[in-house]
């Protein structure tokens, strides 16, 4: 069985990559990423976060921090374009939306927190909340 599985696999390469244009995909072809791809770095004050969200206008992007929970969620809109004389036979631009969610170690501090998107990537850093001092009670 695993020698058809692997038959096959050579054949849907060579297919998609030695003559892609005998096979054409349907319009708006490939799917969205299964999820938001980031990166999270941690230091004593904050988390910086870089999450790649290519072909996304800024505001398509939301962001959303909750204490230690961030969700970040992204909708990619397909634009039609209608020509003269001519059809499209093959897009491989996706549409749709994709979300991430994950829960950090700390509090995030909301009022201090900054996001930023250049060239597909989106930048948030964002600080710990830092624990409320502790107060000593004066025992009456």
């Known amino acids: ?10 054949f849907d390469e060579f297919f998609n990559d030695a003559a892609p244009a005998f096979y054409v995909k349907p319009l708006h072809g490939d799917g969205l990423p299964a999820q938001i791809r980031v990166d999270v770095k941690e230091t004593p004050e904050a988390y910086t976060l870089q999450a790649e969200v290519p072909g996304v206008s800024r505001e398509d992007i939301q962001v959303n921090v909750d204490g230690k929970l961030v969700t970040l969620r992204a909708e990619i809109k397909q634009q039609d374009s209608q020509t003269e004389g001519g059809k499209l036979l093959r897009s491989e631009r996706y549409y749709g939306a ?7 170690p700390v509090d995030v501090d909301n009022s201090a927190a900054k996001a930023k998107y250049e060239n597909g990537v989106l930048q948030l850093t964002l600080p710990k909340k830092t624990a409320g001092a502790a107060q000593r009670l004066t025992i009456e």
Do not use: C, E
């Open 1 to 10: 069985m695993n020698r058809h599985l692997a038959t096959r696999s050579f």
């Open 98 to 104: 994709v979300s991430r969610s994950f829960q950090l």
